[in-house]
């Protein structure tokens, strides 16, 4: 019974041409070896008949699956968006498949997805941890067995794991100088919980920032939240029904950044008039809100393919030391931020 197109193997290529196994499995290889018409010969009869490469007993060989697995919070906010699409495109010209899946914001949900990802015998992993995540102890599975992994944007506090994360002590560190600069001596902070080093490195800026230009640290104009609408929402309802509204609000994204700007509105509050608002991340709604508003861009791109292209490094030599490595980001300075002037509530 002839073999249905596509299921042909070598063997089945070698009967029809009356040569050996090897000399098809060279031919196909583009093996010098073998002569050019015996070559073009086995390529085109594979061609015709639908021949393709048992790839899954080539890398069983190889002990590889060419699959590297992703694990992010959320897959629908445009920096991680931005960097699973880099991450793929960057995996693809590799010649690596991705499998992708989101955490969202739960570590049990995670734990499932690495175990998941360890059984699917990927060769590495790339991980953005959950807001819930405080250390590294739910990735033992990888780094147990030396299975390759990078942590990306939210990673864990350990310089002897490979890391891939933005400046983000720096940017909120400038962000901030540049509001006290502007005049804005009360700004609220809202950020994202303390337990995941990016919010405390954002927090560390913000310190910082007050400290160098001479202001004091006040607990009650600072705020840790999930950084979703409804927790923003919750905290601007409170802080903008205030008699006494701060100077600038700085929130460590932009879409906490949106849920205030949506309650002032509703409010009959003026943005940048009765108070001055920064985000963090430049959502692409960003650039068209009334008013524009003002943001850290963060390198999504960039940081996609340095992970990927550090993680297949790991893959191809296990011996690589671990590292951690800054992309900067860029402050997007716009309407919503303005200098402050006496005609502006105090």
């Known amino acids: 019974m002839a073999k249905h197109k596509g299921h042909i193997t070598i063997h089945d290529i070698a009967k029809a041409l009356n040569v050996s196994a090897s000399t098809v499995s060279r031919a196909l290889k583009d093996d010098k070896r073998i002569s050019e018409a015996t070559r073009k010969r086995v390529i085109k009869y594979a061609q015709e008949n639908g021949y393709r490469p048992n790839v899954v007993a080539s890398n069983l060989r190889k002990q590889r699956t060419e699959t590297i697995g992703v694990i992010v919070p959320r897959i629908d906010r445009h920096f991680l968006s931005t960097i699973i ?6 995996a693809h010209q590799h010649g690596f498949s991705v499998l992708i899946t989101q955490s969202r914001e739960s570590i049990i949900a995670e734990s499932k997805a690495v175990l998941t990802m360890f059984n699917q015998r990927v060769d590495g992993l790339l991980v953005s941890t959950s807001l819930e995540t405080e250390n590294e102890l739910n990735f033992d599975l990888f780094i147990k067995n030396n299975i390759p992994l990078v942590f990306f944007d939210r990673v864990p506090d350990n ?11 720096e940017s909120s560190f400038k962000v901030t100088r540049r509001l006290l600069s502007n005049g804005h001596k009360k700004i609220f902070f809202v950020n994202g919980p ?3 080093l990016v919010f405390r490195n954002r927090l560390k800026g913000f310190q910082q920032a007050l400290f160098e230009m001479g202001s004091v640290w006040d607990e009650t104009l600072y705020r840790e939240c999930d950084l979703t609408r409804i927790s923003g929402r919750r905290i601007a309802e409170e802080i903008l029904s205030s008699n006494n509204l701060p100077n600038a609000i700085y929130c460590s994204n932009d879409t906490t950044a949106l849920s205030f700007l949506q309650v002032a509105q509703e409010k009959g509050l003026s943005v940048p008039k009765d108070f001055s608002l920064h985000g963090f991340s430049d959502e692409p709604f960003s650039a068209v809100l009334t008013p524009k508003l003002s943001s850290v861009r963060q390198p999504g791109e960039e940081m996609g393919k340095v992970a990927v292209e550090r993680l297949i490094e790991l893959i191809e030599d296990d011996k690589s030391i671990a590292e951690t ?9 716009r309407e919503s931020d303005i200098k402050k002037t006496k ?4």
């Open 159 to 169: 310089d002897q794991l490979n890391r891939v994360v933005t400046n983000d002590q």
């Open 194 to 196: 303390s337990n995941i």
């Open 325 to 333: 490595v800054i992309i900067p980001s860029v402050i997007k300075s």
């Open 85 to 90: 699409s880099s991450i793929e495109q960057y």
């Open 343 to 346: 005609s502006r509530l105090s």
